[in-house]
């Protein structure tokens, strides 16, 4: 039996083998894959375009998402470096920084995240919505600051958390925020090989995901030029621009030694235009388009990642559709999802959804039936047929109401020693009043 999670000795794939001494020795299993491609339907019909998308949001429960495939180097790592404390960093509802605790929580390490927040000096305004629940839950420290750089700001706080965890004994491991290294890298170069065993270039012409700190993005188009691939692949921003993330890639290409062969201009089209009012922050026009996305599709997205970047994607679809020019080189579409379930719970999206799917059945019931007979019978025992939704009732006890009232509903007081049973729940209100429709409305409430 394999117990996750456990160290593998990590075997590059066949198409990066020449880049075999940059890759890292360990892999954790953390991750479940691989993730399955569906059809995925748009609020609206775009003509001309099919549209997939590869759920990499159902990597795992609270481990979900992309950031777990970068784990499984990065975190292998850390244990190989004998670390018993992970420090990194993020915005308040990063979904990378919940992923890391929890992950790390399973291996027995402790987290610390720093948190860009507003209001740093009031510790009470993180609330306890989304990712931050899973924080408290889980036992993390998190530590509140301002919202600054990652290299001016950030990176220098981090170290100088590590020092001081140093001092009190501790192994401290530093993780870059959103696990974008050239050890996270791996985790989508990996991806490319799952997705070339899925048979995407095979048909899918273009491979859409969202990018926010570009190592996702960035190991989909390492993996993709390394094997040969025609797919195109597009990044769509949340933040920063692309001039900034193809930097960060070229980074890595560079890292890799393949900087005398390619650059991320030529091996990623960043999109930018879709990041709205900035990173977490939202317009209505994007809230509504994301409860109009997940009510079409069932797939829900996030408001600071996912949500834009299936936003983007739609719109640029819709304009190519229509005037024939746009970014993509085929029809068909793959989106990579890359997680954030629990970066909806974070509230801002409730005011979007109001009451506007709920229905009181009781009114809806009210034209339905004619009221012929109220009977009080014994029941032993639960078991009955719904009598609401047939119209009578064909329990043996009472066979002779069935006869003489068929194709009319029959009601029925269940005077049982077990109270009103739940599975009579047709027409009952949160007292347990049975309100019922008539020529001659009848009214009862059930014994406590």
Not at 72 to 81: M, P, S
Not at 259 to 288: P, Q
Not at 321 to 350: A, M
Not at 401 to 416: P, Q
Request: hydrophobic share 40%.
């Amino acid at each position: 039996m394999n117990i996750h999670p456990r160290v593998l000795e990590y075997e590059v794939p066949e198409f990066a083998s020449r880049l075999k001494d940059k890759a890292p020795p360990t892999k954790l299993v953390l991750a479940m894959v691989p993730t399955p491609i569906q059809r995925f339907r748009m609020p609206e019909e775009i003509d001309g375009f099919e549209i997939f998308v590869k759920r990499d949001d159902m990597t795992g429960s609270t481990l979900s998402g992309n950031k777990i495939r970068k784990l499984e180097f990065i975190l292998a790592d850390a244990l190989e470096k004998k670390a018993d404390t992970i420090v990194t960093c993020g915005g308040i509802q990063s979904n990378f920084c919940r992923i890391t605790a929890l992950a790390a929580k399973e291996l027995n390490m402790q987290t610390h995240v720093l948190l860009r927040s507003p209001t740093p000096s009031d510790k009470r305004s993180v609330g306890n919505q989304g990712n931050v629940f899973l924080h408290k839950l889980n036992g993390t420290t998190m530590h509140l600051v301002k919202k600054q750089a990652y290299l001016t700001g950030l990176l220098p706080k981090m170290e100088i958390l590590s020092d001081q965890l140093s001092s009190q004994g501790l192994s401290p491991y530093l993780i870059a925020i959103g696990g974008s290294d050239t050890v996270g890298l791996w985790g989508y170069i990996e991806c490319w090989k799952e997705m070339l065993e899925q048979n995407v270039p095979g048909f899918i012409t273009d491979v859409v995901v969202t990018i926010g700190s570009g190592g996702t993005a960035a190991g989909l188009a390492i993996g993709n030029y390394l094997s040969g691939s025609k797919v195109k692949m597009h990044a769509i921003s949340v933040c920063d621009n692309a001039q900034i993330f193809h930097e960060h890639v070229n980074e890595m290409i560079e890292f890799l030694g393949l900087s005398n062969e390619t650059k991320s201009e030529d091996i990623l089209n960043i999109i930018d235009g879709y990041k709205g009012r900035g990173y977490a922050l939202n317009t209505k026009e994007e809230l509504d388009f994301i409860k109009a996305a997940s009510g079409t599709s069932g797939v829900p997205t996030d408001p600071v990642y996912t949500g834009k970047a299936v936003r983007g994607m739609f719109v640029e679809l819709q304009n190519q559709s229509r005037t024939g020019q746009g970014h993509f080189s085929g029809n068909k579409i793959l989106f990579v999802h890359t997680g954030g379930i629990f970066g909806l719970y974070d509230g801002q999206i409730e005011p979007i959804l109001g009451d506007s799917t709920v229905r009181d059945l009781t009114n809806g019931a009210k034209k339905a039936f004619r009221v012929v007979a109220v009977a009080e019978i014994e029941v032993a025992r639960p078991g009955m047929p719904d009598l609401f939704e047939r119209g009578l009732c064909t329990s043996s006890r009472i066979a002779e109401y069935t006869n003489l009232f068929k194709g009319e509903l029959i009601v029925v007081w269940f005077n049982a020693s077990n109270n009103l049973p739940s599975w009579t729940y047709g027409l009952r209100d949160s007292r347990r009043k049975l309100l019922l429709p008539a020529s001659s409305t009848v009214a009862y409430t059930a014994k406590p």
